[in-house]
């Protein structure tokens, strides 16, 4: 479903919430509903021994790629790390085909050959997620290097955690990208953990909007739970990329309810840490108290958003659970020797 034309950003100096249209309110409680349940699915199929390898929930950020999809342009091109199944299903994949990815089947957008870290779209120039920590900037960079050599007026979006912020090659991109004032908008998920540790306790420099200031790359703090501020921040800094004047960087202050991935029971936090996100910040439950209390729309309508999404959901892991796996053969497709 394609996200709503979005209003138009803030300018500097302008206070007060950004507002949505009725259409970007709908939309963005759908899509970041779709994400919460499909992660939840996964949850549960991993579990029950469906999916192997590894998996990493999207639980709690969804306001970020909701909200930086709604602000983006055809043809501009995103990359994210291996937290990416939210990524793929805010920019439109079928939920049937990431679902088939993460338990190796042939209908997977990899073919069943990649599973939950490495999937990619060259339709919706998604390209990839990555499980080597930081990969991903660099080649989000070379993206908008091309785009700067074609002048195609796109950008490219590279997405990554506070924990690969600290990764040296981040840097060797913050600096070819503000030489050549490459047009990539560099988006940090600051889910407070990493992979385990309080960036506080990993991280001289915790404000990472400030991590491009030697490089001359601008940045700022967003409230990452809430898709409205989300939309408006990346609003700005695409335009900002798009008009030559450089790369820029989001640090979108988000969290995530569940442990880094599958096996980790997430000891290094309280459960009343995470039950007091939930109750005050959720980016979903955001949304669905400004429809319900404005009166944009009903319970009953709310209602059945969640009706139609779940139905997506059960499809996809019907499908991901029937669908035929990759012929042995398939090991030699694909592969540059």
Not at 114 to 131: L, R, W, Y
Not at 303 to 315: E, F, G, L, N, S
Request: hydrophobic share 35%.
């Amino acid at each position: 479903m394609a996200a709503p034309k979005s209003t138009k950003s803030k300018a500097a100096g302008e206070t007060g919430p950004v507002t949505f249209t009725r259409d970007e309110e709908l939309h963005a409680y759908r899509m970041m509903l779709l994400i919460r349940r499909f992660e939840e699915k996964a949850g549960q199929m991993y579990g029950m021994g469906l999916i192997g390898g590894f998996c990493h929930l999207y639980i709690g950020q969804e306001a970020v790629v909701v909200g930086m999809q709604m602000a983006m342009e055809e043809g501009d091109q995103f990359i994210t790390g291996y937290r990416d199944h939210g990524h793929m299903l805010a920019a439109g994949m079928n939920a049937d085909g990431v679902m088939a990815e993460l338990t190796g089947r042939r209908g997977g957008y990899s073919k069943g050959k990649g599973g939950s870290m490495h999937m990619f779209s060259v339709e919706k120039q998604f390209f990839g997620g990555h499980g080597i920590v930081g990969a991903q900037v660099s080649l989000g960079t070379g993206l908008a290097f091309a785009d700067k050599y074609k002048k195609n007026g796109k950008v490219s979006l590279a997405f990554f955690g506070d924990g690969a912020a600290n990764q040296g090659q981040v840097y060797e991109s913050f600096n070819m990208a503000g030489l050549w004032k490459l047009p990539v908008v560099y988006v940090i998920e600051n889910n407070r953990y990493a992979m385990g540790t309080a960036v506080s306790r990993a991280s001289s420099q915790v404000d990472f909007s400030k991590r491009g200031a030697s490089f001359d790359i601008p940045g700022e703090q967003v409230d990452g739970m809430d898709v409205r501020a989300v939309r408006d921040a990346a609003a700005r800094a695409l335009e900002h990329a798009r008009t030559g004047q450089g790369p820029y960087i989001l640090e979108m202050q988000t969290y995530r309810y569940r442990g880094h991935s599958m096996s980790d029971p997430a000891k290094y936090r309280t459960k009343e840490e995470v039950q007091k996100m939930r109750n005050e910040h959720d980016p979903i439950e955001q949304v669905r108290s400004r429809l319900l209390t404005t009166g944009v729309a009903s319970e009953d309508e709310l209602k059945t958003i969640d009706a139609d999404v779940r139905a997506i959901v059960q499809q996809a892991a019907e499908f991901a659970q029937t669908d035929p796996e990759p012929d042995p053969a398939e090991l030699w497709t694909d592969v540059v020797r």
